[in-house]
């Protein structure tokens, strides 16, 4: 079928060996994007044949992150499809039968090669200085092959070759980078070089996504298609994520953290989704913040660049709380409420609904809420603040009279004024604003600001007023004139 109207089926497949990063997710999120794009197929494949690197719960902390993002996989090992079992370890016959058709081409062959005596091979290229090639050291007559040998790949032509890449565009590789390398373990077990081309075969994938690391590797895989007697997919390797404010690739001694990690933190998964999608592609004009659903229509192989990309936590903070205003208010609200609560804090729902949109414009993630609340930042909404008298002073210019002076009348025009002049924010303004003005803005509202929060920033006394609301308001203005007399 041709490559341009053929269905599109691609597939993320991790192996279970620990913690995903942004560099492993990205890989999913692309070839997520390009499948829903074409109304294809995306497929999640666990590659768990490496039985010594295999973490427990890591499968599950995959979907989870998958989950949690949205990629939904319309095949995988919870749900099934037509292409199962879809755990390598469940697929072992398979690479065993592909291994005899290899076999019964004279293009594998039994090796019973010890690691002492590929060591000492490997010692004397190096005292030699020639790279290390195992098809120079090709057994004349191997044993046949009985499963409790590791099996080897007979490179068919020691040949340069070429590849069309989705991304970089033409690639090309010499004869140096074939070498008979094995197939299956003396375990029983394939190798990555191997399952994952059998996989590939048996599950239709079109379109293969993955890091640029691997394209050393890819006349390896070149030459086991050519051999079976089948063509490729097509290939999109991907550019490095480089560490925030470095010049090499990210690593888990960089800062990469489990994505995971980034959900515990309060980040929204759209947010998280246009964060990593940028990393490496470019949508072309001056629009950053997208939504799924526009990605996914904008979405294109060609924008993927092939230079590495940065790794920005500032942008991430930026995006995300570009992500947070699309929410409703409704829903910031609830959120905001829920974080407050986890920590211990509450209050009656006006108060609470009321302190919601100044929590929102100090955050740019839901886990601000809680450095906020671990720092007491919260304390004086909820209790009476504690300050020294001199904190009271503009400029810390000792007026003890004058700062009454100021209180006072503040005291004495809440005391008169109807509770509806206290249900937003201009209402109150208008209550003091032209004295401050007339009297000296700082004179007049930096002591009320310290007499309402005890602290040296805070937001400004009008929404301090509306939020403590009259009583609570007069409760501490009252405190202040007690510190001053």
Same mark, same amino acid.
């Given at each position: 079928?041709?490559? /341009?109207?053929?269905k599109v089926?691609?597939?993320?497949a #991790?192996?279970?060996?620990?913690f995903?990063?942004?560099?492993?997710?990205?890989?999913a999120?692309?070839?997520w994007?390009?499948?829903k =794009?074409?109304n294809?197929t995306?497929?999640?494949?666990i590659?768990?044949?490496?039985?010594e690197?295999?973490?427990?719960g890591s499968?599950?902390?995959i979907q989870?992150?998958?989950n949690?993002l949205?990629?939904?996989?319309?095949e995988?090992p919870?749900?099934?499809?037509?292409?199962a079992?879809?755990?390598?370890?469940?697929?072992?016959?398979l690479? =065993?039968?592909y291994?005899?058709? +290899?076999i019964?081409?004279?293009?594998?062959?039994?090796d019973?090669?010890?690691?002492?005596?590929l060591?000492?091979?490997r010692k004397k290229a190096?005292?030699?200085k020639?790279p290390?090639?195992?098809r120079?050291?090709?057994?004349e007559?191997?044993p046949?092959w009985?499963?409790?040998?590791s099996l080897?790949f007979?490179?068919? &032509?020691i040949?340069s070759?070429?590849w069309d890449?989705?991304v970089f565009?033409?690639?090309?590789?010499? #004869?140096?980078?074939l070498?008979d390398?094995?197939?299956?373990?003396s375990?029983?077990?394939?190798?990555?070089?191997f399952a994952?081309?059998?996989?590939?075969?048996?599950?239709e994938?079109?379109?293969?996504?993955?890091?640029?690391?691997?394209?050393?590797?890819?006349?390896?895989y070149?030459?086991v298609?050519?051999?079976?007697?089948?063509?490729?997919?097509?290939?999109?390797?991907?550019?490095h994520?480089?560490?925030?404010?470095g010049?090499?690739?990210?690593g888990?001694?960089d800062?990469?953290?489990?994505?995971?990690e980034y959900?515990?933190e309060?980040?929204?998964?759209s947010?998280m989704?246009n964060?990593l999608?940028?990393l490496?592609?470019n949508p072309?004009?001056d629009?950053e913040v997208?939504?799924?659903?526009?990605?996914?229509?904008i979405?294109?192989?060609?924008?993927?660049?092939?230079?590495?990309a940065?790794?920005? /936590?500032?942008k991430?903070?930026?995006?995300?709380?570009?992500?947070?205003?699309?929410?409703s208010?409704?829903?910031?609200n609830s959120k905001?409420?829920?974080?407050?609560n986890?920590?211990?804090?509450?209050?009656?729902?006006d108060?609470l609904?009321?302190?919601?949109?100044?929590?929102?414009?100090?955050?740019?993630?839901?886990g601000?809420?809680d450095?906020?609340a671990?720092?007491g930042?919260l304390?004086?909404y909820?209790?009476?603040?504690?300050y020294e008298?001199s904190?009271?002073?503009?400029?810390?210019k000792e007026?003890?009279?004058?700062? &009454?002076?100021?209180?006072?009348?503040v005291?004495?025009?809440?005391t008169?004024?109807?509770?509806?002049n206290?249900?937003?924010?201009?209402? @109150?303004k208008n209550?003091?604003?032209?004295?401050?003005?007339?009297?000296g803005?700082?004179?007049?509202?930096?002591?009320?600001?310290?007499?309402?929060?005890?602290k040296?920033?805070?937001?400004?006394?009008?929404?301090? @007023?509306?939020? +403590?609301g009259?009583?609570?308001?007069?409760?501490?203005?009252s405190?202040?004139? &007690?510190k001053?007399?």
């Amino acid at each position: 079928m041709d490559k /341009n109207t053929e269905k599109v089926i691609t597939r993320f497949a #991790p192996s279970p060996t620990g913690f995903m990063h942004v560099g492993n997710v990205r890989s999913a999120l692309y070839a997520w994007l390009w499948t829903k =794009k074409n109304n294809g197929t995306f497929i999640l494949r666990i590659e768990d044949t490496d039985k010594e690197r295999e973490v427990a719960g890591s499968v599950e902390h995959i979907q989870e992150v998958l989950n949690w993002l949205g990629l939904k996989w319309d095949e995988g090992p919870d749900i099934g499809g037509p292409h199962a079992p879809y755990f390598q370890s469940e697929r072992l016959n398979l690479y =065993k039968q592909y291994a005899q058709k +290899l076999i019964e081409k004279g293009l594998a062959y039994a090796d019973s090669t010890n690691e002492d005596e590929l060591d000492k091979l490997r010692k004397k290229a190096e005292e030699e200085k020639r790279p290390f090639l195992f098809r120079d050291h090709r057994p004349e007559n191997p044993p046949e092959w009985d499963g409790t040998q590791s099996l080897r790949f007979k490179v068919p &032509k020691i040949k340069s070759y070429s590849w069309d890449d989705l991304v970089f565009g033409k690639l090309s590789a010499g #004869p140096e980078m074939l070498d008979d390398f094995i197939l299956i373990k003396s375990d029983g077990y394939p190798t990555y070089n191997f399952a994952h081309i059998v996989d590939d075969i048996e599950m239709e994938i079109t379109l293969v996504m993955r890091g640029m690391e691997y394209i050393s590797s890819t006349p390896k895989y070149l030459s086991v298609y050519e051999a079976l007697e089948l063509n490729p997919p097509q290939y999109a390797y991907l550019p490095h994520i480089m560490a925030d404010g470095g010049n090499k690739k990210l690593g888990k001694r960089d800062g990469a953290k489990d994505i995971l990690e980034y959900k515990k933190e309060g980040y929204l998964p759209s947010a998280m989704i246009n964060f990593l999608v940028l990393l490496g592609w470019n949508p072309g004009g001056d629009k950053e913040v997208f939504t799924v659903d526009e990605l996914i229509s904008i979405f294109e192989i060609t924008r993927i660049q092939k230079s590495g990309a940065q790794l920005n /936590n500032t942008k991430l903070d930026w995006l995300n709380k570009e992500h947070m205003k699309l929410l409703s208010e409704n829903e910031r609200n609830s959120k905001i409420i829920e974080r407050l609560n986890s920590n211990s804090i509450s209050g009656e729902d006006d108060f609470l609904l009321k302190l919601c949109p100044v929590i929102f414009d100090h955050i740019s993630k839901w886990g601000d809420i809680d450095t906020m609340a671990l720092a007491g930042e919260l304390d004086y909404y909820f209790n009476q603040p504690q300050y020294e008298k001199s904190l009271l002073f503009w400029k810390g210019k000792e007026a003890v009279e004058e700062t &009454k002076k100021h209180l006072e009348h503040v005291f004495e025009v809440m005391t008169s004024s109807l509770e509806d002049n206290f249900t937003d924010v201009e209402k @109150i303004k208008n209550l003091i604003f032209d004295y401050a003005t007339e009297n000296g803005r700082g004179e007049v509202l930096w002591p009320l600001r310290v007499s309402l929060s005890g602290k040296d920033k805070s937001p400004d006394p009008f929404t301090l @007023i509306y939020i +403590l609301g009259k009583n609570e308001t007069l409760n501490r203005i009252s405190g202040a004139l &007690k510190k001053l007399s």
